[in-house]
């Protein structure tokens, strides 16, 4: 089976006034269809930086990353923006939910910026807030939701036009322990039925036993060596 995403030695620097800041040193990984991987470290160990090149957000300065055995950190914003409204989905610890707007409006916006025809919206909205354990929510604005609630909106409209990769971003990082796992059952159950491949982030170390496989990072790299796996 070939890999979903491929990372080959990629590294990152940021400019800070006269100084270059290397936040990845030289980064493997490989991600294959309906796997679940997370990639643990403290806050400021590179994982985000990573998680942005893996979802076209941004570019290596060495190194390439390819999706789908097409090499994207070569590709121009144009190309990146319409791979991720295709097949990718984006989920972010603040939920980045429209405030105004009912989970079902919120997951249908989703569909109107992927181009998914209208036919399809009622259907595909009403599936996914049933996924995420929302039935009886649908019609609910974000303030009238719990944390944990909100988060399945945000995991609902990330879903709603069927992406083949689901990047998460400290997805549980605002929620107690309890709604946290509550999420991760969500991941897990969507996995199985949507066919999606999940790549997320955390610092909690209570998520580990739930994955495929956990990447340890710190200070840019993979502990012990590039790509390692620390096997659960």
């Known amino acids: 089976m070939e890999p979903m995403i491929k ?3 990629v590294e990152k620097s940021f400019e800070a006034g006269s ?3 290397q936040v990845l040193k030289g980064i493997h990984l490989e991600l294959y269809p309906s796997e679940w991987i997370i ?3 403290r806050s400021g160990s590179g994982k985000t930086t990573l998680l942005n090149l893996v979802g076209g957000l941004d570019v290596p300065t060495k190194g390439e990353v390819y999706f789908q055995g097409e090499l994207i950190s070569a590709w ?3 190309q990146r923006t319409r791979l ?5 989905g984006f989920i972010f610890q603040a939920y980045a939910l429209m405030p105004l707007l009912s989970a079902w409006e919120n997951v249908e916006l ?3 910026m992927a181009g998914i025809p209208r036919t399809d919206w009622k259907q595909r909205v009403q599936h996914c807030l049933e996924l995420v354990g929302l039935s009886k929510r649908m019609h609910h604005r974000p303030y009238e939701l719990s944390g944990g609630e909100q988060q399945r909106v945000a995991i609902a409209k990330a879903i709603a036009h069927k992406p083949q990769l689901l990047l998460a971003d400290e997805p549980t990082a605002e929620l107690d322990s309890q709604m946290g796992a509550q999420i991760m059952r969500v ?4 996995i199985a039925e949507e066919n999606v491949t999940l790549c997320m982030t955390t610092h909690d170390p209570t998520m580990m036993e739930v994955a495929d496989h956990v990447y340890e990072m710190a200070d840019g790299q993979f502990n012990g060596s590039s790509g390692q796996k620390a096997e659960l």
């Open 7 to 9: 990372v080959t030695q």
């Open 19 to 21: 100084r270059q800041i």
């Open 39 to 41: 990639i643990r470290g």
């Open 76 to 78: 121009n914003d144009l």
């Open 84 to 88: 991720r409204k295709q097949k990718m």
């Open 110 to 112: 989703s569909l109107r």
């Open 187 to 190: 991941f897990r159950e969507i």
